[in-house]
């Protein structure tokens, strides 16, 4: 791990965790659904960071919280049409 990268996860722990998330999403030895569970987390929480740095309270938010999606992918001037698809898959995820 470089410096650069230690520096901006010790300053954004969210990151730290996506990355770990991501790291952990990619290990044949858990089940599938446990491996699409980590992704969809390791993405939620690039969207709570983002969120978080565009001026959004995320402290005390229930997890997931949908608007943290929507704020995310806003920010990301992310098309209607991702955002049409993005916040349904959040919602289901919340139920797996």
Wanted: hydrophobic share 40%; with cysteine; charged share 25%.
């Amino acid at each position: 791990m470089t410096q650069d990268r230690r520096s901006i996860e010790s300053r954004r722990p969210r990151l730290r965790t996506s990355a770990l998330f991501l790291r952990d999403s990619k290990n044949e030895e858990i089940s599938l659904h446990t491996r699409i569970r980590l992704a969809f987390e390791c993405i939620y929480f690039c969207c709570v960071e983002i969120a978080a740095s565009s001026g959004m309270s995320v402290e005390t938010l229930e997890h997931p919280c949908y608007e943290v999606v929507d704020v995310a992918l806003t920010n990301l001037d992310a098309p209607i049409e991702d955002r049409l698809t993005d916040l349904p898959l959040a919602q289901m995820t919340a139920f797996a």
